[in-house]
């Protein structure tokens, strides 16, 4: 089936779930009206449905390749990239100053959803160049903003994070590559690094890497490296791309999904680069970087679970398989079984979806007001939507292959393929543990303010639904009760043993998160209850566990000895 953008679905979450009214009546964001975000997202839907999803196939069964040294992309992808590229959606948050439009945020990143349900592998390259923009934008000198921020803005020119390095992956700090100065404003940059996604590209006419390197006189760790600008081309006089610089494409990962995302080792030997912010403050302008990446992995994950559920229904709705409670010979999609699969999925999608909104609306609200209190909450619910959107989205595709019986394991039906390439999203940009450590760490190092006003907030609205809704608004409240007492746990717990909870606790908060939003949408539209159902009386529940393991603590796992772990 056909991919088809959930427009509608994203505006109702917008519109009666996520509060995006606040973003609006801000004056920085005043423009974005109800009927231009309408008319944004409309176009934007129906781009990525006409567009970018017939790439899909092309770009999984034709990878990318390499030829001469340079990447030749899938068939296709140099028509879909200039659609996105012509259409202004690279820069639809970025600065107006350079060519931007100066949207808000969540609107990019219901668009980033749209793309990725609709073609992950080439929405990649967008979305590296989005967040490169951002860390120029926050970090860069004037003149490399003049130079570089109207041609990324435009598409025309691509960008690209290099953090990883063979030897040095989570652990960062552990990083070789050298940073020489030249005496002439510039560095030299030596050394390799790893899964660079779209290191390369014939789409554009220069690719502009970020690159995480050390100072002759950068301190051991993190707190010694530096950020630098390396372009593929050094720009001339004129702005325009001049000189080869000395870097190259060493290869090209083979991998089990994104294929037409070319992942390529890039080594550097003395290649021209220019500081980006202050000497040996790179991973802070890094992370500018990184922090909304990951929300935009967390919507490709929302992407490729509403790509596969789609997928799923409409395999469910045509197979005839024995009889059912409805039809001697009906579909599928009448078994009480699968009926059960499709109902998590869409209750599942949902959830996720409205987590990544809701954590956008709050970058906005900071970005707007300067809110410290929006700044927190952006902070604690940023890796709680990227690891649930992504464990979602794993799961989601898991189920449409299940769904799909024998031939979802059969590549022609293409079931297969969502689930292939969900895998990655729980792994880059911070696997989904490592988030879920900085959850109970880093964003508790309030004495757990920001998690107890989301709480509140959740069991004001349930407190609140109990005279429409009373069974459903009572298991929220009770629910949320038990995530209130998991959270002071928790906070007492030494930091060792929070981490060995920190996995199913930051699953349980998501879980209270996706049947609020579900509470919430069945309070806006009666006609969502019996899916608000799905997931408050079927898929909330597994709170209680989730919050038991939470408490657990490490020493039973380190109880463990080599020998019992082999055996």
């Known amino acids: 089936m056909p991919y088809r953008a959930p427009v509608k679905d994203i505006r109702f979450i917008l519109d009666h779930v996520v509060g995006f009214d606040q973003v609006t009546a801000t004056p920085r964001f005043a423009e974005a009206t109800p009927d231009m975000a309408e008319a944004i997202l409309a176009e934007a839907g129906r781009i990525a449905t006409d567009i970018i999803a017939p790439l899909n196939r092309a770009g999984d069964k034709h990878p990318a390749r390499l030829e001469n040294g340079a990447v030749v992309s899938s068939p296709g992808f140099a028509e879909g990239y200039h659609a996105i590229a012509s259409g202004g959606w690279v820069g639809m948050a970025a600065s107006p100053e350079h060519g931007g439009m100066g949207l808000p945020f969540t609107l990019a990143l219901a668009v980033d959803e749209m793309m990725s349900g609709a073609c992950l592998a080439l929405n990649l390259k967008p979305v590296l160049t989005k967040g490169q923009i951002e860390a120029l934008e926050h970090h860069a000198s004037p003149a490399i903003k003049a130079l570089y921020l109207p041609k990324l803005t435009s598409g025309e020119w691509s960008g690209t994070m290099n953090l990883t390095e063979p030897q040095a992956g989570s652990d960062v700090g552990a990083l070789r590559s050298k940073a020489e100065p030249n005496g002439d404003g510039t560095y030299a940059i030596t050394g390799q690094k790893i899964y660079i996604t779209w290191g390369d590209s014939d789409l554009v006419s220069n690719v502009c890497h970020l690159v995480l390197a050390r100072l002759p006189d950068g301190a051991e760790g993190t707190r010694g490296i530096s950020l630098f600008m390396v372009p593929k081309f050094i720009p001339d006089a004129a ?205 508790m190092a309030d004495g757990g303010d920001a998690a107890f006003r989301l709480i509140d907030e959740v069991q004001r609205d349930a407190e609140a639904a109990r005279a429409t809704l009373p069974d459903l608004a009572g298991d929220v409240w009770q629910a949320t009760e038990a995530l209130r007492e998991a959270t002071e746990v928790l906070l007492a717990q030494p930091l060792n043993d929070r981490f060995a909870g920190a996995v199913p606790y930051q699953r349980g908060f998501a879980r209270i998160l996706g049947a609020h939003a579900h509470l919430k949408a069945a309070l806006a539209d009666p006609s969502r209850e019996a899916l608000a159902r799905v997931m408050i009386r079927r898929i909330l529940p597994e709170h209680l566990a989730l919050f038991a393991q939470a408490r657990e603590g490490a020493a039973g796992l380190y109880a463990l000895g080599l020998g019992d772990l082999a055996a």
């Open 239 to 443: 702005g325009n791309p001049g000189l080869r610089n000395s870097l190259r494409v060493v290869s090209l990962e083979h991998k089990l999904g994104i294929h037409g995302s070319p992942t390529c080792v890039m080594q550097y030997d003395g290649a021209t680069g220019w500081l980006v912010g202050e000497a040996h403050k790179g991973m802070a302008a890094m992370f500018t970087m990184m922090n909304n990446a990951r929300l935009a992995v967390a919507v490709q994950g929302v992407g490729l679970a509403e790509a596969a559920l789609q997928h799923a229904l409409a395999y469910a709705a045509d197979r005839h398989q024995g009889a059912t409670p409805l039809s001697a010979d009906g579909p599928i999609l009448d078994h009480a079984d699968v009926r059960r699969m499709l109902a998590t999925m869409r209750a599942e999608v949902f959830a996720a979806r409205a987590i990544a909104l809701s954590c956008a609306v709050a970058v906005d609200m900071a970005t707007a007001t300067g809110s410290a209190d929006w700044q927190a909450r952006a902070a604690f619910l940023t890796p709680i939507a990227k690891a649930h959107g992504t464990d979602i989205g794993c799961e989601v595709a898991h189920l449409g292959v299940q769904i799909h019986g024998g031939m979802g394991y059969i590549e022609e039906t293409g079931a297969a393929q969502f689930s292939r390439d969900a895998r990655i999203t729980p792994i880059y940009e911070g696997t989904n543990g490592i988030q879920a450590m900085d959850l109970v760490a880093r964003k």
